[in-house]
């Protein structure tokens, strides 16, 4: 509750508009979740500009506005009227950020609970979680919302904070260097928390012993009589608080998750994992001679709902917290027993096919993905199969690479099948791979959907008995891998309240690491769709080679490539040999033809690449199978013809010739003909005659071959426009560019319904102004303004993509994103 008094004492700020409220239930920054009640904080960030949507938070119910003065003075009169007219009590300061912060330091010293500060690499939200409820037992107690747990985040939720609250729990997090001693003097806590260190949002720090430090200055912030609390069994918390403990031990005392009440025998620890959760037992011998007998105790037993072993170290640490502040043990053990997963926390759903889903999907970084594994390990016991859906773990600083293979060398030891999402996650695959695992059982996919769908043939091919397969679903926040988790949900429609970042702002949120305010986005889930659309197309007797050459028309080849051959294609197309490369180097073992011309000195990488060559000479086949024999490989082949293209290939009227050609591709030492091609020239023409004529060159060629017996397996012919508009032109595989790109092949031949445009291309209006009539535009003033024009700059060039003719677009289209529309403007000229 916050109470315009204290917000107004707090930050010097001006009250400029009073109304019947001075009270509010909870800040909100975002219009997409403002609740009736709230106070509406404009904050000015790096997307967006809050003060822009005020009236829009009005309308949700906000009934205080905490504003920047700046902007304050300077909005339209038309809002100045709009608000004056609104209910509604607005408090102007001179930064909104800087007065949230005063706030909560005002806040929690009038109210003063006692606040403990949970921080660590990993398993903060669950640690407070557990805290908090342990409390609740016996005080009244406030817990830090959801994850917010930066300087931003904590003050937004202490506006939840009560004057009954005894304590608050606070979640800190650690991003970059220094947070942790700037969240410590805007909360002074007592006790201090610290759950682990390792390896996550290393870009930020040059070295775990750095994040260690930064971690640290938790305990050198405690105040006099301050309490440390910490998991003993970390080895690098170990040796960080051997360089802390001289300077602060006289002042707060130090305590390990485990009670002291345990003495020091070295302990016995066991802790199983069942889906109704873990049950941990410590035992340490106690010193029989004394005749104490089971009165020392000596044996710890907890059990909590929460799946993962590694969850007994946060039941420890609530526990040893509740003892401390004197709960009785047995209310402690209780309150720890009604402690559930979280979402995305390893939370336990009912997948589709009797599978069950263990949703880890809030973050990941090694630490917990390997302690998914090994509770998805555990769970699924013997009959189960075990399947693991992970997708990159970010901002590992220069770790990543090592941490994605890490992963992967320990992989098989828990999984029966992995499938990846991404690029960094193919590195896990890779080393799974040299491990041993099956490639069978490994699925490298680029998108959510292909994903799921790897899952869902997984479960679909194995046998009945096998059917309850367990599922973990992981991946770094950005990777946003809880939309895997919902395709693959028995009940999908409970997805909004089981799963993380469901919220309206999040939904919406795409992370994007753009270095210019111009970029390109490719929609691969527009690909598969595309892909799919083909291939249902022509049925399941035609096959689908996608065209990738020019790095996939400029869509990103290798991540095009894994897309359509998870969405039904079979073979890939490139130009030339050294586009086969990358494709290979990623593990893409599909079949690549290579459609141009490959030199003599490339034949070997091609056999080396196992890539699919063109022929049209007999001296070129002879080449090649000095090189297959040189190498003792095998090289496959297709014929091309020039039906009337006039570039590469046999021309049709040698028929003799290429009859030979083809016998010798079939007979030659390590030749293997594979195929039979000839490509159009006019098949997105208006007028179809050209193709047609193409089509009966080809039929012809093919006719006399079929009756020397020597067809080959593979006869090819269709590009994107042959494909949708000549059935005939089908024949056993057919070859799709543009069509999966989702653009019309021509004006003449366009897509039917339902194909999508994988790339957009977007930027950020960089000016608006006005300009005279009669003034020129740009290079060359090829415009002339013919009234005072309103301008809007794109800050786009060359270097973007965008050429310069023809010199007037007639119509550039542009969006600008303002309120919550999405307004489409059409600028025309003519
Ligand atoms: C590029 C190419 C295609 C694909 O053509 P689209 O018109 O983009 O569908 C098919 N076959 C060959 C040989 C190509 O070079």
Request: charged share 20%; with cysteine; proline share 4%.
């Amino acid at each position: 509750m916050i109470y315009l008094d204290h917000l107004l004492r707090a930050t010097q700020g001006s009250l400029r508009q009073r109304s019947k409220y001075t009270h509010f239930r909870a800040f909100s920054h975002d219009t997409r979740q403002v609740m009736p009640n709230e106070m509406f904080v404009a904050v000015r960030g790096e997307r967006g500009n809050g003060h822009d949507y005020v009236l829009d938070a009005i309308r949700k119910g906000a009934v205080g506005l905490l504003l920047e003065e700046q902007v304050f003075q300077h909005f339209s009169e038309q809002t100045k009227s709009a608000l004056a007219s609104e209910e509604v009590s607005i408090v102007v300061v001179e930064d909104t950020r800087v007065a949230l912060q005063q706030y909560a330091s005002a806040i929690l010293e009038i109210w003063h609970p006692t606040v403990i500060a949970v921080t660590g690499s990993v398993g903060k939200t669950s640690t407070k979680e557990a805290i908090a409820t342990v409390l609740s037992r016996q005080f009244t107690t406030f817990r830090s919302w959801q994850n917010y747990n930066d300087m931003l985040g904590i003050p937004l939720s202490l506006g939840r904070l009560e004057a009954r609250h005894e304590y608050a729990v606070i979640e800190l997090g650690c991003d970059h260097p220094g947070e942790i001693a700037a969240l410590c003097r805007m909360l002074r806590p007592q006790i201090g928390v610290l759950t682990n260190i390792s390896p996550v949002q290393l870009q930020y720090f040059s070295s775990l012993e750095h994040l260690a430090f930064e971690l640290g200055t938790l305990l050198t912030s405690l105040p006099e009589g301050g309490q440390f609390f910490y998991n003993q069994n970390d080895p690098i918390i170990q040796s960080m608080l051997e360089q802390h403990v001289h300077q602060v031990l006289r002042t707060v005392t130090c305590h390990p998750f485990l009670p002291d009440t345990m003495g020091k025998a070295a302990e016995r620890r066991q802790v199983t994992v069942g889906w109704n959760g873990i049950q941990g037992t410590i035992t340490r011998p106690g010193n029989g001679e004394h005749g104490k007998g089971e009165h020392n105790g000596a044996t710890l037993q907890l059990s909590s709902q929460l799946l993962g072993e590694h969850n007994f170290a946060t039941m420890l640490a609530a526990h040893q917290i509740g003892l401390s502040r004197g709960i009785y043990p047995t209310l402690v053990e209780q309150a720890l027993t009604t402690l559930k997963p979280q979402s995305g926390r390893l939370n336990p759903l009912p997948g589709i096919r009797q599978s069950m889903l263990l949703d880890d999907t809030h973050n990941a970084a090694p630490a917990s993905v390997k302690a998914g594994l090994q509770t998805l390990s555990a769970l699924a016991g013997e009959q189960s199969q075990r399947i693991a859906i992970l997708g990159d773990m970010l901002h590992l600083g220069d770790f990543e690479a090592e941490a994605h293979r890490s992963i992967g060398q320990e992989i098989t030891h828990y999984v029966d099948y992995l499938i990846t999402r991404g690029e960094w996650a193919t590195l896990i695959a890779e080393e799974a791979q040299m491990a041993g695992m099956d490639t069978e059982h490994i699925i490298m996919t680029s998108t959510h959907e292909d994903a799921a769908q790897a899952a869902r043939r997984i479960l679909a091919s194995l046998p009945d008995a096998d059917k309850n397969a367990v599922i973990l679903i992981k991946g770094s926040e950005e990777t946003r891998m809880e939309r895997v988790t919902e395709l693959l949900m028995a009940r999908p429609w409970e997805a909004s309240e089981l799963l993380v970042r469901q919220t309206p702002g999040w939904k919406k949120t795409i992370f994007r690491h753009a270095e210019r305010p111009t970029w390109v986005e490719i929609d691969l889930n527009a690909i598969g769709s595309n892909t799919r659309h083909i291939a249902s197309m022509v049925g399941p007797q035609t096959q689908v080679l996608v065209a990738l050459k020019a790095d996939a028309y400029g869509h990103g080849a290798l991540k095009v490539a894994r897309t359509v051959l998870q969405n039904g294609a079979s073979m890939l197309g490139v130009a030339t040999v050294s586009e086969a490369l990358p494709l290979r180097e990623a593990h893409i073992n599909a079949p690549i033809l290579v459609f141009g011309y490959v030199p003599r000195w490339q034949m070997r990488e091609a056999l080396r690449l196992g890539v699919s060559v063109t022929i049209y000479s007999k001296e070129e086949a002879q080449a090649l199978s000095q090189a297959a024999q040189a190498l003792d490989k095998t090289v496959k082949v297709h014929v091309k013809v020039d039906t009337g293209m006039g570039r590469l290939g046999i021309r049709f009227e040698e028929l003799p010739a290429i009859i030979e050609l083809v016998r010798e591709a079939g007979q030659l030492s390590g030749l293997e003909l594979e195929g039979l091609y000839t490509h159009f020239a006019q098949a997105d023409a208006e007028d179809q005659s050209h193709v047609r004529l193409q089509l009966a060159r080809f039929q012809e060629v093919l006719q006399a071959l079929e009756a020397e017996g020597l067809r080959p397996p593979i006869v090819h012919a269709a590009n994107s426009a042959a494909t949708l508009t000549i059935p005939e032109a089908r024949f056993d595989m057919v070859r799709p560019g543009i069509a999966i790109y989702g653009l019309d092949p021509s004006p003449y031949v366009r897509l039917p319904e339902g194909f999508r445009a994988a790339l957009s291309f977007k930027t950020q209006v960089s000016q608006v102004k006005w300009v005279p009539a009669g003034e020129g535009i740009s290079y060359g003033s090829t415009y002339v303004t013919e009234r005072p024009t309103r301008i809007a700059v794109l800050p786009v060039g060359y270097a973007d993509g965008f050429r310069r003719s023809p010199q007037n677009w007639g119509v550039s289209l542009f969006m600008v994103k303002k309120r919550r529309s999405l307004a489409v403007y059409v600028w025309t000229r003519a």
